[in-house]
């Protein structure tokens, strides 16, 4: 029984360091979602800033 468990306590460290790994990465990529979601958010307030110039360029062609 003392063998038992001493292997199921060897069992419960090595779950312990992979579920420790994995909220470390888990962390790590949560980190870089937010970072990617800030920069994809920046990439459209370009893109809508650039099709209001597009706009505005055109008007400013057919007026003339």
């Known amino acids: 029984m003392k063998e038992e468990t001493n292997d ?3 069992k419960l460290k090595k779950f312990n360091t992979i579920n420790n790994t994995l909220g470390a990465v ?3 990529l949560d980190q870089k ?3 990617m979601n800030k920069k994809i958010r920046n990439q459209r ?3 809508g800033a650039q099709n209001f110039k597009i706009k505005h360029f055109k ?3 057919n007026n003339v």
Request: proline share 0%; aromatic share 0%.
């Open 26 to 28: 888990v962390e790590d």
């Open 8 to 10: 199921m306590d060897q």
């Open 59 to 61: 008007v400013s062609i």
């Open 45 to 47: 307030e370009h893109i």
């Open 33 to 35: 979602q937010t970072v």
